[in-house]
């Protein structure tokens, strides 16, 4: 097949270095033979719905196009065999606000790259809503991630098909604020009711480090005993 | 004036005892609304209940969550990646050690980096050490619900041998902290493995009491069996997994069906299953389970290879960017980590899947047309902690 990435995204297993494109080379090892045979069930079923596809360290990513996302999830139920609801949540791909490693922010945080770029079968935007389910029966599973449009992140409710699905639902509503058509009940579940904001956005400060910035050194509060002169390498 | 429902077949035997009651006539009941918790002995910590009743008999449940949110998925994306394991060895804070293995798994498996096998044995032997502990907590407690007190000083006594095993190895009963990115902090001191072949005759031992005390015990099972039933295909559809999972005849444990991963697949253990679905039968796999890994740990103990106990990291850990899923068998259940990586020293996303949160979101299914007494046995048998529903 010939090559269209851009020259260094080849270096997969490289030493961290080449995270540009990072979207586009995650998907290059082909998938083992069951995901491969899961991947082909799904698309033959799911058609245009199913966007793209990935490959996470031998797990199969399915990217499913907003409208198809319920119908998905009942593919997945029904012929896939996988009766089992792990999780249900959301990812926001924003570049986190004031530590990116440059000079500005908690420099103390790990830096993340200052652009956006989407994960293993890319997304369309920010928003991207994360399930995983599983077969007891079979023993496989698969991961699926649906777009969502950022100005109105919406996306089909899955406890139709899932009934566990309405309280991961309702925690990736108040965290990402993406609202869940066809849900009985979108009301807060771990913060109180009237919470304002939507706390797993990247653009979501964490206060606790707003107002005091983490200890970037430990170990260099004076022990009892020390003078507060002697407060490096006291220990040994 | 009550209204006269002849409609109703009453039988009248009932009434036999009710001098004054007026036989044919049904007394209408108003519901009542009973918060239970936040604070309530029988929750095992701040989990409330709302449960509307009529009479005795529950209508409706609501499980109100999240007094002990922590945002632990948030606090990951502040944290570089051995910073996190510290992290998530708080979610379910009876089997710490076994909440680090899969996080830790995660970023082995995006850098490329795999554990020694003697490392591996070690974290397999602590895992199912730590399984060991938070059962025989169980195994204990679920006698005081249903008003037995001394399987829970037992439970107490036992749980102690193993949590000195595993306090000898890492220096903490609670909090571990032991695995790193590649190995494990430390070998395993001397003379550990004898110390460990006594501990899990005691806790053979301590196996044997439960049964003759509590699973055998007639006033037990009156209060466990039929009680709580969750039919197998209903649980998996609510996310419920491990041991509530294969007491309802689920033939699944990630040990042995998952991707493999530490050392399960040298081992000879069996998974166990029960058909009933119900509270006693999660008792009896959970108890059966116990069982399973002293066995386990006996054999992880004599087959121990030798070697490093560390793979070459570099010192500063830089995870190559990527994503990976890792859930193992932990002992509430499914325990999973969606690790999503952009090549720094810290996470861009951690998707944390605890057992306890899917366990306990069957709860308005599960109680509804139960007893008030029952919502207790019921709560014991599903085995949560807290920390794993708020994260």
Known sequence: ?236 | MTPTRPELAVDPSLYRHLADAQVGVELDTGDMVLSMGPQHPATHGTLRLVVRLDGERVLAADPVIGYMHRGYEKLTEFRTYPQVTTLVNRIDWLSSFANEVPFVHAAEQLMGVEAPPRAEYIRTALTELARIATFLLFLGEMGLQVGAITPTFYGFRDREYVLNLIEAVTGGRFHPYFNRIGGLHDDLPAGWSAECRSAMRKVLDACDDFEDLVLDNPIFEQRTRSIGIIPGEIGASYGVSGSNLRASGIDWDLRRDGDPYLAYRDLDWKVWTHTDGDSFARYWVRLQETRESVRMVLQLVDGLPSGPIMAKVPRIIKVDPGEVWVNTENPLGEMGYYVVSKGSTGPFRVKIRSASFSNVSILPWLLRGCYVPDIITILASLYFILGDIDR
């Open chain 1, 1 to 236: 097949l010939p090559d269209e990435r851009p020259a260094g995204a080849q270096a997969v297993a490289g030493t961290g270095e080449e995270t540009e494109a990072g979207d586009a080379l995650l998907a290059s090892p082909p998938l083992p033979e069951r995901e491969a045979g899961l991947l082909s069930r799904m698309e033959a079923d799911l058609g245009s719905g199913l966007v793209e596809h990935g490959n996470a360290c031998g797990g199969l990513v399915v990217r499913i196009s907003p409208d198809a996302w319920r119908r998905a999830g009942e593919v997945a139920r029904d012929k896939l065999e996988c009766n089992y609801l792990s999780f249900l949540s959301g990812i926001d791909w924003a570049p986190a606000e004031g530590f990116r490693g440059d000079d500005q922010g908690d420099a103390s945080t790990p830096p993340q790259p200052a652009d956006t770029e989407f994960g293993v079968a890319g997304s369309a935007g920010r928003f991207q809503v994360l399930a995983r389910v599983a077969s007891t029966g079979r023993h496989w599973g698969l991961t699926l991630k649906c777009d969502v449009d950022e100005a109105d992140p919406r996306a089909e409710s899955w406890v139709p098909v899932y009934p566990g699905a309405e309280w991961h639902e309702r925690e990736c509503w108040e965290m990402y604020g993406i609202v869940f058509d066809g849900h009985p009940a979108l009301r807060h579940l771990y913060l109180p009711a009237g919470f304002e904001g939507h706390p797993l956005r990247k653009d979501f400060p964490l206060l606790a480090r707003e107002v005091k910035p983490w200890p970037g050194v430990v170990g260099v509060e004076p022990m009892p005993d020390e003078g507060a002169a002697d407060s490096e390498g006291g220990g040994a």
